[in-house]
């Protein structure tokens, strides 16, 4: 059974820098699209970033373009977020994601079949 774990959330004021981490067990993620989703309260999950099989290419929401990178280390099964210049507006709860059942597929936005339970980031104005 795959799991993600997502690590890294806490609190934060504005302008500062976070790196959320997702470390994945029960099977090798390398060939899988990975993903970072947000869900702010009372609204919707929304997509923050996508990236590849082999961390090549990624894709990132509006809204954190320029401010957030997304990697991966397929030696470790882990995927990463670095989060720079947070706003109040970033405040979510972020989860990670994994899609395991289109090997090496170039949908960076999904869809994803396995998720982490997320990560709480509260950035203080």
């Known amino acids: 059974q795959v799991q993600l774990v997502e690590s890294g959330g806490g609190l934060v004021q504005a302008g500062d820098s976070l790196t959320l981490s997702c470390a994945g067990s029960?099977?090798?993620?390398?060939?899988?699209?990975m993903g970072w989703f947000r869900q702010a309260p009372g609204k919707e999950r929304e997509f923050v970033a996508g990236i590849n099989w082999s961390g090549d290419r990624t894709d990132y929401a509006d809204s954190v373009k320029g401010r957030c990178t997304i990697s991966r280390d397929n030696a470790k099964n882990t995927m990463y977020l670095q989060m720079n210049s947070l706003k109040p507006e970033d405040t979510a709860v972020y989860y990670c994601?994994?899609?395991?059942?289109?090997?090496?597929?170039?949908?960076?936005?999904?869809?994803?079949?396995?998720w982490g339970q997320g990560t709480r980031v509260t950035v203080s104005s």
């Open positions: 029960g099977r090798s993620l390398s060939s899988s699209t």
């Open positions: 994601a994994a899609d395991l059942r289109n090997p090496y597929s170039s949908w960076l936005s999904g869809p994803f079949d396995y």
